[in-house]
């Protein structure tokens, strides 16, 4: 059973910081990327930014130069550091872990989701 959970969400005022952190926990299976997406209220959700096993990172525009994405392959844990955060990245984030489960399929899991606020 594969569980992604997220954590480090909260309220913050525009231009401060937060760290989110995601753990994907699984015994078996490979992690090939994983990755962060959000949603704010009465939007679709969209990509933030991405990462492989490899160390390959993606960012959308709107984050590129404030928002920096790591991966721990050892304890296939994500972290996104977020800067000089703006009222419109306030949103639900959520992690997405996509796993390698044999045979050449790819899997992916999403976490709940956690709530980042920022105040003008």
């Known amino acids: 059973q594969v569980h992604v959970e997220e954590s480090g969400g909260g309220l913050v005022q525009a231009g401060g910081s937060l760290r989110l952190s995601c753990a994907a926990t699984?015994?078996?299976?490979?992690?090939?990327?994983m990755g962060w997406h959000r949603q704010a209220p009465g939007k679709q959700r969209e990509l933030v930014a991405t990462i492989t096993s490899g160390g390959s990172t993606n960012y959308a525009d709107s984050v590129k130069g404030r928002f920096t994405s790591s991966l721990d392959n050892v304890k296939n844990t994500l972290y996104l550091q977020m800067n000089r955060l703006k009222p419109e990245d306030t949103a639900v984030y959520y992690c997405a872990a996509t796993l390698d489960v044999g045979l050449g399929v790819q899997q992916r899991y999403w976490g709940q989701g956690t709530q980042v606020t920022v105040s003008s």
């Open positions: 699984e015994n078996i299976y490979s992690v090939v990327s």
